[in-house]
């Protein structure tokens, strides 16, 4: 069946970066659009970011645009998420999306002032 499994997240320090990865399974990856979203606490979903599924189109969230950068490595079935310059307004469990429907678990980002 299909799994994706978020890892990288952590604590980050305002103006810091990390970055995100989803391994997938169970599907034809190289195939589907993949997509990250996040939730704050509080809050609900929210889209951050998607790309085709070779790679050659992305697109991101306004409020994300210029700091995240998102990647994808089909030949170790892996979606990234490169998050730079947080903000604490960044903090949020993000979750890797299939675009056609099926998302992790999530991991946790949190980012302090």
């Known amino acids: 069946q299909v799994q994706l499994v978020e890892s990288g997240g952590g604590l980050a320090h305002s103006g810091g970066s990390l970055r995100l990865s989803c391994a997938a399974s169970g599907f034809t990856f190289r195939l589907s659009g993949m997509s990250w979203y996040r939730q704050a606490p509080g809050k609900e979903r929210e889209w951050v970011a998607t790309i085709s599924g070779g790679g050659g189109t992305t697109t991101y969230a306004d409020s994300v645009k210029g700091r995240f950068t998102i990647s994808r490595d089909n030949a170790k079935n892996t979606v990234y998420l490169q998050m730079n310059s947080l903000k604490p307004e960044d903090t949020a469990v993000y979750y890797c999306?299939?675009?056609?429907?099926?998302w992790g678990q999530g991991t946790q980002v949190t980012v302090s002032s």
């Open positions: 999306r299939q675009v056609l429907g099926n």
